[in-house]
């Protein structure tokens, strides 16, 4: 899509002029307070998920915290970018400059631009672009920058911005002598380390288990939205100007969707009821509005200014968004460790209730992660969800065994399936149609063995749900493990009934 010309026929002066007498309106922002900033010595920095675990009891509270690395590159991200990937290109969005009314006829739509950038030509139009606002922003402290941000979304002017955005790669330099290049912050090997529940993906997920870069310029913007499956988030700012960053709570994620649901989007344009209904509409990440209206509807937030060198964490289930301040370049991917468990539990639920399409085998991982460890190292919030798990899966089982349905075992070691109705991920058992081939996971109501079709379902199960018991019996719960025994012989049931 071209620019359109009235960004590139703007005048600084005229912009000074519209907002003289008004930063009075943007006073708000002072209200935020700055979310923790940590500093690790190299002692401390040497593995990243035990120092998160330190810090985590306090920097979680507040949804996001910063990370000031003590190792500094040696090789640019520029000089990465330009000599260590060879022909590095990358496409834009095109992000308007305004606050749309969020009815059936003006919501959030970011473009695709129709050029490819190398790093030097998005710099020269990130130049143009700061030289249209004011060249004197550049040099200005963030604070001032973020008032002129606001101001410019809610003049409703049809100016845009461009944004490199989820562009595959990475700009930590492959040098050996580059220390953080090697170190174990580097974001492509986070997903190899011990403790990441991302160690036992067969699969690569660009974003998800890779990182993708972003290359901003003043005021390109990412939307307020959370992480797929409440993941955890790190990124790293490789160089350019600061990045503003909006953090909410975890505990206050549900409070966020119901102001956004109440005070934001039109009915129109829901398409669930309650707090759903505008999880939906935030997940097209779009959605640009003012912290203030969360502010003044009781909402927490708290406030990151990232400058190069500097890592930024956002926690399970934290909804963000943010802005450049000028041309940067950094860096994210997501990430995952035993205490997000509880998380992926809750997003699982509500992905089946959406019918939204998984992109991670949350069970398998979980399953996984638990039987490599004695039960007295995982956490009681971690065997809670393992125990849920158990629980829900003997349930439905039995009713499954009344209905009189044949069970029997994968004949190989597949991965996880994906139910066909509800798009959840199946791992330890579901149910199949040899005649249409159709995958269902355990959790709907079921009034007979008989597919759609005509023909009998039968019920998969993994071999390696007989390790459940095991799990199950070293969490020494009496009244689940007996609950479980009782899988074990409803298997030995529907098994008999197949043969």
């Known amino acids: 899509m071209a620019r359109p010309r009235t960004v590139r026929n703007r005048s600084p002066v005229s912009n000074q002029e519209s907002y003289k007498f008004k930063f009075s309106d943007v006073d708000w922002t002072h209200k935020i307070s700055d979310c923790p900033a940590y500093y690790p010595t190299l002692q401390e920095f040497d593995d990243p998920f035990i120092y998160l675990q330190k810090i985590a009891p306090e920097a979680s509270q507040f949804g996001i915290c910063k990370i000031i690395s003590p190792v500094k590159a040696s090789v640019s991200a520029a000089d990465v970018l330009k000599k260590e990937i060879k022909g590095f290109e990358f496409g834009t969005y095109i992000q308007p400059l305004r606050l749309p009314k969020w009815n059936a006829n003006d919501t959030g739509v970011f473009f695709s631009g129709e050029r490819k950038h190398t790093y030097d030509t998005f710099e020269s139009e990130a130049i143009k672009m700061l030289k249209r606002q004011s060249p004197r922003l550049g040099d200005l402290p963030p604070s001032y920058v973020e008032k002129k941000f606001w101001l410019e979304m809610t003049h409703g002017r049809k100016g845009t911005v461009e944004y490199g955005v989820n562009i595959e790669g990475s700009a930590f330099s492959s040098d050996p002598n580059d220390q953080l290049g090697k170190c174990k912050w580097h974001l492509k090997t986070l997903r190899g380390l011990p403790q990441s529940i991302f160690r036992f993906l067969e699969h690569i997920i660009p974003g998800i288990t890779d990182p993708m870069l972003y290359i901003g310029m003043l005021f390109?913007?990412?939307?307020?939205?959370?992480?797929?499956?409440?993941?955890?988030?790190?990124?790293?700012?490789?160089s350019g100007a600061p990045k503003t960053w909006y953090g909410v709570p975890g505990h206050h994620a549900l409070q966020f969707e119901k102001v956004a649901g109440n005070h934001v989007y039109s009915r129109d344009i829901l398409s669930a009821?309650?707090?759903?209904?505008?999880?939906?509409?935030?997940?097209?990440?779009?959605?640009?509005?003012?912290?203030?209206?969360?502010?003044?509807?009781?909402?927490?937030?708290?406030?990151?200014?990232?400058?190069?060198?500097e890592f930024v964490i956002t926690f399970p289930r934290v909804y963000h968004a943010g802005f450049s301040n000028g041309?940067?370049?950094?860096?994210?991917?997501?990430?995952?460790?035993?205490?997000?468990?509880?998380?992926?539990?809750?997003?699982?639920?509500r992905y089946a209730r959406l019918r939204k399409m998984v992109i991670l085998p949350y069970q398998e991982l979980l399953f996984k992660e638990v039987s490599e460890h004695e039960a007295t190292d995982?956490?009681?919030?971690?065997?809670?969800?393992?125990?849920?798990?158990?629980?829900?899966?003997?349930?439905?089982?039995?009713?499954?065994?009344?209905?009189?349905m044949p069970f029997d075992y994968l004949q190989n070691s597949q991965g996880s399936f994906v139910c066909d109705l509800c798009k959840r991920d199946c791992y330890l058992a579901f149910t199949d149609c040899k005649s249409c081939q159709r995958y269902t996971c355990l959790f709907h109501e079921f009034?007979?063995?008989?597919?759609?079709?005509?023909y009998n379902r039968v019920v998969l199960l993994r071999k390696d749900i007989k390790e459940v018991e095991v799990v199950a019996k070293q969490f020494e719960e009496a009244e689940i493990i007996s609950r479980h025994l009782n899988i074990i012989s409803c298997i030995g049931e529907g098994l008999a009934r197949n043969s």
């Open 220 to 238: 390109s913007m990412f939307a307020w939205h959370v992480e797929d499956h409440y993941l955890y988030s790190i990124n790293y700012h490789h």
């Open 273 to 309: 009821a309650g707090e759903d209904g505008a999880f939906e509409v935030i997940a097209e990440k779009t959605s640009i509005f003012p912290p203030k209206i969360l502010l003044d509807n009781g909402v927490s937030v708290y406030k990151a200014v990232q400058k190069p060198g």
């Open 327 to 349: 041309f940067n370049c950094g860096e994210a991917v997501n990430f995952a460790i035993r205490d997000w468990f509880p998380f992926g539990e809750e997003a699982g639920k």
């Open 378 to 404: 995982i956490p009681s919030s971690v065997k809670a969800t393992v125990l849920h798990q158990i629980r829900s899966l003997n349930n439905a089982l039995f009713c499954l065994n009344n209905l009189k």
């Open 447 to 454: 009034k007979s063995r008989h597919c759609s079709c005509g």
